[in-house]
């Protein structure tokens, strides 16, 4: 991925990964609800992550609809990969210790975290 998206791009992103191709009202509508937002910044907004290529358009139809041309899991995978190499010097490790040393980590994520290690140990062998 070329450049990330901005903060208010990934809240744009977010909705239409959870919810799949959706209009600008209905964006815009989503995004209302945490904080103000005005149609018309939705919409530009929208239209400048066309033109950045991290949504598709589909005109077919009166209401244009809008979809992500970007997965998460990419963007997530581009977000850490910086976050490792720029904020802890490249240790997965201090990135993993500051993540579980903050939050409560519920047993149920433990288990999760210990099968991840589990099986990237057998990968490895």
Request: charge should be neutral; proline fraction near 2%.
């Amino acid at each position: 991925m070329q450049r990330k998206p901005t903060d208010a791009e990934l809240e744009v992103l977010q909705i239409l990964w959870t919810y799949g191709p959706n209009s600008v009202r209905f964006v815009n509508t989503e995004l209302s609800k945490n904080r103000e937002v005005v149609y018309t910044t939705t919409l530009k907004m929208m239209q400048v992550m066309t033109e950045k290529g991290f949504l598709k358009r589909d005109t077919a139809q009166r209401t244009h609809l809008y979809e992500a041309t970007i997965s998460k899991e990419m963007v997530q995978e581009s977000m850490v990969n910086k976050m490792v190499d720029t904020v802890f010097q490249g240790s997965t490790l201090k990135l993993v210790m500051q993540a579980l040393g903050h939050e409560k980590t519920s047993s149920k994520d433990l288990e999760a975290i210990k099968k991840i290690i589990h099986n990237l140990e057998n990968d490895q062998q």
